[in-house]
């Protein structure tokens, strides 16, 4: 079983530099991109079927670095297994899609390649029972997300948002390395069971737990990192999938709840956890509902649903475990990588992303229409879908540690889960009643028409939406191309995967644990949520959204200035950078400056009065003994 282990880590890498290799044969990129991803999902199936139960798969040996024990192992259980297995799923789902949705990319293979990439990234850090093996998957994950949102590097927002990913996730990553650090001279070691069991001092376990729930924070947008997640939309469909659905900001989930056992025991930083999530689930529910871009709402969504993983983390009993938290990540995993591969489906057919173009537009669409009302409805937390019992299973597991002691944490996050579920609902209705608009498709003389229908229209809405503009071109060049097979059933499966997922989630302890109050008070509140949508919508015929205040709902889209705040910092700390230059050059170094061109005159002084240079040495000792000679004089009467 090591063999397979490694195996599923190593591929993927392997496949990203086939395909760099190859890049220029697309039909050989495309090929190695999904037949590897392919074996890889084979291989992690049977991981998790059979896992070994092994916590010491070698890899390149244990690295020398004195008292510190640095093992470098790999780790195979039920968790890792399934994890590795839904991931790779995923993974595989996006390269094929990926071939048909980039078929005009002349990039399309450094793309292949970099989600290949990305993959191994994730996958080492599923399979590490080591945290220097961590936290490399980590820092190849963050780096490849740079690459892919900035696939389309000729356009201005695509670099901005590439670049702001990047710095908002390594500022936080100094927490995750401190972190890290911390845990490591606790317990003499990286290994993961050594940290766990091995005894030491408090103080280093409280930084440790604290960095780590930081750079999870960076890495799953929470609040206040949260603002880079929305922009990295700029990126092509595909990409958004792969980063929002079973990889990047969901593997902090994964990481803490490896370290559970360690968090379980420390109020503080699980408290810090609890706040962060309660607050980002909330907020950006609230933002989803007013945004007039499909894939930012769809972003916006991804933010509170991490939240959700982490809140059951933060709130669970430590004799439940992290399953609740793994659980609704796995589950996330399939219907938001179904809901974002099914809106780059409908941006190609409309040529756009923003709601006002794609209203009614899935109407007609027969398995497309479906398959994203299955996704909708799954993330809303409709039964019988994969949503309803994953998100069931965290509110029920925070309702019991919330009466079991969990305090004020516990009940901070059943209360901001109970509120999301609404605005989850609210926000879902509203999507799916735009895109799916009786109105808007039937054309019928005297009724209103959809905002946006001409493809000369389409570029305007996109540029004010902030929607993929790259697409638009794609398809004001090439037309509305019928998708592939492959690539309709890669959807058509996703959905399928939503509504029997459950099925996947029983073979994880505590991730399947409904509880019937609050299942059945979670039913009440999101048909409560979808009825006022649709009386506020006019049973459809305007969009729910217009009833917030104009100037409320545009500094919503705007992220409420965020993105402003950020580039306030960032000035701030490169004026304070100049500044600390400017001291340093202007007042520190000035006294030895002063001093060495002080040197330098005397010495040149000194130099010239020596040089064998008759009229220039006599006539300065001429001068000189005149000099003396009257102040001599002078002094003597």
Same mark, same amino acid.
Do not use: C, N
């Given at each position: 079983m090591s063999w397979v282990v490694q195996t599923i880590v190593v591929l993927p890498a392997l496949a990203a530099l086939a395909g760099l290799l190859t890049q220029r044969q697309r039909a050989i990129s495309a090929a190695i991109a999904v037949s590897a991803s392919a074996v890889v999902t084979v291989l992690a199936l049977v991981e998790w079927i059979a896992p070994s139960g092994a916590a010491d798969i070698g890899t390149v040996g244990r690295l020398p670095l004195g008292d510190l024990s640095v093992p470098l192992h790999l780790l195979s259980d039920r968790l890792s297994g399934l994890t590795a297995f839904v991931v790779a799923v995923v993974v595989l789902a996006i390269q094929v899609f990926t071939t048909w949705y980039l078929r005009d990319d002349p990039r399309f293979a450094r793309f292949a390649a970099t989600v290949s990439l990305f993959a191994s990234g994730m996958l080492l850090v599923v399979q590490s029972s080591d945290l220097v093996l961590t936290l490399v998957g980590w820092e190849v994950m963050g780096w490849c997300s740079w690459l892919l949102i900035g696939h389309d590097s000729e356009r201005h927002a695509a670099r901005r948002a590439a670049y702001k990913a990047f710095l908002v996730t390594r500022v936080a990553d100094i927490g995750m390395v401190v972190g890290i650090v911390s845990l490591s001279v606790r317990a003499r070691s990286t290994d993961l069971m050594t940290v766990l069991t091995a005894p030491g001092s408090h103080t280093l376990l409280t930084i440790g737990l604290v960095g780590v729930a930081i750079g999870v924070a960076g890495k799953s947008g929470l609040v206040p990192f949260h603002d880079w997640l929305p922009d990295a939309m700029e990126g092509p469909t595909p990409a958004s999938a792969l980063i929002h659905a079973a990889t990047m900001v969901a593997a902090g989930t994964y990481v803490i709840a490896r370290?559970?056992?360690?968090? /379980?025991?420390?109020? #503080?930083?699980?408290? =810090?956890?609890?706040?962060?999530?309660?607050? $980002?689930?909330?907020? *950006? +529910? &609230?933002?989803?509902?007013?945004?007039?871009?499909?894939?930012?709402?769809?972003?916006?969504?991804?933010?509170?649903?991490?939240?959700?993983?982490?809140?059951?983390?933060?709130?669970?009993?430590?004799?439940?475990?992290?399953?609740?938290?793994?659980?609704?990540?796995?589950?996330?995993?399939?219907?938001?990588?179904?809901?974002?591969?099914?809106?780059?489906?409908?941006?190609?057919?409309?040529?756009?992303?923003?709601?006002?173009?794609?209203?009614?537009?899935?109407?007609?669409?027969?398995?497309?229409?479906?398959?994203?009302?299955?996704?909708? /409805?799954?993330?809303? #937390?409709?039964?019988? =879908?994969?949503?309803?019992?994953?998100?069931? $299973?965290?509110?029920? *597991? +925070? &309702?019991?540690?919330?009466?079991?002691?969990?305090?004020?944490?516990?009940?901070?996050?059943?209360?901001a889960l109970f509120v999301t579920v609404v605005l989850t609902a609210a926000y879902c209705t509203r999507a799916w009643m735009l895109l799916d608009s009786p109105v808007a498709a039937a054309g019928a003389p005297g009724q209103p028409q959809p905002a946006v229908v001409a493809e000369e229209d389409v570029a305007v809405v996109t540029s004010t939406d902030s929607a993929d503009d790259a697409e638009v071109a794609r398809v004001h060049a090439h037309g509305h191309p019928t998708i592939t097979l492959s690539a309709a059933l890669v959807v058509s499966g996703l959905a399928a995967l939503t509504v029997f997922g459950v099925l996947f989630l029983l073979s994880l302890r505590g991730a399947v644990q409904v509880g019937l109050l609050s299942a059945l008070l979670s039913v009440l509140l999101i048909a409560g949520a979808a009825y006022a949508v649709w009386s506020l919508s006019d049973r459809g015929r305007v969009d729910a959204a217009e009833r917030i205040p104009a100037h409320v709902r545009d500094s919503a889209v705007r992220g409420f200035g965020v993105d402003t705040a950020y580039v306030a910092v960032g000035r701030a700390v490169t004026a304070t950078a100049r500044l600390v230059v400017a001291l340093d050059r202007d007042v520190v170094d000035a006294y030895p400056r002063a001093a060495a061109v002080a040197a330098r005159a005397a010495g040149r002084a000194g130099e010239r009065g020596h040089r064998a240079v008759p009229s220039l040495s006599v006539l300065s000792l001429l001068v000189g003994a005149v000099l003396v000679a009257i102040l001599g004089v002078t002094a003597w009467r």
């Open positions: 370290l559970f056992p360690l968090y /379980a025991e420390h109020d #503080g930083a699980r408290t =810090l956890l609890a706040v962060l999530t309660a607050v $980002t689930m909330v907020y *950006a +529910a &609230l933002l989803a509902l007013a945004q007039t871009d499909l894939k930012r709402m769809l972003a916006y969504s991804t933010l509170s649903q991490v939240a959700i993983m982490l809140s059951a983390l933060a709130a669970a009993p430590a004799e439940l475990g992290p399953g609740a938290g793994v659980g609704h990540l796995i589950a996330h995993a399939f219907f938001k990588a179904l809901l974002f591969l099914g809106a780059g489906w409908l941006s190609i057919l409309a040529g756009a992303t923003a709601i006002a173009a794609l209203r009614g537009r899935l109407r007609p669409t027969g398995a497309l229409r479906w398959s994203m009302g299955i996704g909708l /409805a799954a993330l809303a #937390g409709v039964p019988p =879908l994969v949503g309803f019992f994953s998100k069931d $299973t965290v509110i029920d *597991a +925070a &309702l019991e540690g919330a009466t079991s002691g969990g305090g004020l944490r516990a009940w901070l996050v059943v209360v």
